[in-house]
């Protein structure tokens, strides 16, 4: 008797058994750790007084307006922990109706629409695969946003819709205009949309999100209109090094200030160059996954929770789990935060290199449903 005829009626019970266990692995890591890990990030907040510790910028900012004060009051320094106010007015217009609650209770509220709002970016890009909902909450840029309270997810949110909607005129310049006027962050979309030729999506993203800011300034009265700039240099001048940049990793390498600089322009330029070409050959898909790059490549300041837009990178890559999803928990080497060391910034930016180099690697050439380079109406 072989030792194949003897081993053959086990295999399918061998196959039986190891699929149990795979699914009994995906129930635990995709399923319960993400519940547990999201439990705990909301009960170390309350016990370490640090609920959605960014929000408190917007909730002081809203305090302000209600009060007819100026939220970008010069008396805090920049180095001082929520404050003073950095972003536009949106957001903190946005923030108004969450002073009716208390500081902590509006935090945790803020904190639990975050999750909603993680998932809902999923789903905009037609991920089915309900594991992928769970091993994003285990990526610490995610765990960073959902803590911090900040915008960033929102803006992935607004990604994934102008994606979704690429093919309508008011939709994606929406999308995208109402992020421009809360924070000049997700412009490289703007210019993806010129580059797959809707040209009027462009414009009019640009012209809502000029609009929206002017019109939100005039709301406060202009107050700190004139010395917003003067106040983003001096966030740029003090807490510039904490950051996730190729530039902060020059300075650390002793590369020359000038030199750091213009190689992080040059990088971050030279994706966006690459935008252009990509979604001239038709590839829009791939075109927007650079565009996202360019968005943090060309970013001064870059922190821990802005990697969180990677999860709309991978999932235009893979809809389905696969090892795309977990290269991004690599990211656990770093503090989020607070002056990472040279090789914490280093890896956090190779990893995300490594997502977005492999994400092209699936959506290049790989276009279904890409090709529709003329806008429909709204």
Request: glycine content about 8%; some cysteine; overall charge positive.
């Amino acid at each position: 008797m072989s030792v194949s005829a003897v081993s053959t009626p086990a295999d399918p019970e061998a196959r039986v058994s190891t699929t149990r266990l795979v699914r009994a692995a995906s129930l635990v890591f995709c399923g319960v750790l993400p519940v547990i890990v999201v439990g705990l990030v909301f009960v170390g907040a309350v016990q370490d007084s640090a609920v959605a510790t960014d929000f408190t910028q917007f909730y002081r900012a809203a305090q302000a307006i209600l009060h007819a004060q100026n939220p970008y009051g010069a008396d805090q320094p920049v180095a001082a922990w929520g404050g003073p106010y950095p972003y536009p007015p949106l957001p903190a217009l946005g923030a108004v109706v969450l002073t009716a609650l208390s500081l902590q209770v509006a935090g945790l509220l803020v904190m639990g629409v975050l999750v909603a709002v993680a998932l809902a970016t999923l789903a905009v890009l037609d991920v089915r695969d309900w594991r992928c909902y769970g091993v994003v909450l285990l990526w610490p840029p995610v765990i960073n946003a959902i803590q911090t309270g900040n915008v960033t997810l929102w803006f992935a949110l607004a990604a994934a819709l102008a994606w979704r909607f690429r093919d309508r005129l008011l939709a994606p310049a929406a999308a995208i205009g109402v992020t421009l006027a809360a924070k000049f962050f997700l412009w490289p979309l703007s210019v993806w949309l010129a580059a797959t030729r809707r040209w009027a999506a462009a414009a009019l993203s640009l012209a809502l999100g000029a609009a929206l800011l002017v019109v939100s300034w005039a709301v406060i009265g202009f107050d700190g209109f004139l010395g917003y700039p003067a106040l983003l240099r001096r966030l740029e001048h003090v807490v510039g090094r904490d950051s996730y940049t190729t530039y902060v990793v020059g300075l650390e390498l002793g590369v020359p200030s000038v030199a750091s600089r213009a190689l992080w322009l040059a990088l971050g330029f030279a994706v966006l160059a690459t935008v252009v070409v990509v979604a001239r050959r038709g590839d829009q898909r791939s075109a927007f996954v650079l565009a996202l790059g360019a968005t943090l490549a060309l970013t001064p300041i870059v922190w821990l929770h802005y990697f969180a837009l990677l999860l709309v990178v991978v999932a235009l890559a893979r809809p389905t789990l696969g090892v795309l999803w977990f290269v991004p928990l690599a990211m656990i080497v770093t503090p989020g935060s607070g002056h990472p060391t040279l090789f914490e910034s280093s890896a956090t930016l190779v990893v995300a290199a490594v997502t977005t180099t492999l994400a092209l690697r699936s959506t290049l050439g790989s276009n279904p449903g890409d090709a529709s380079p003329q806008a429909e109406p709204a």
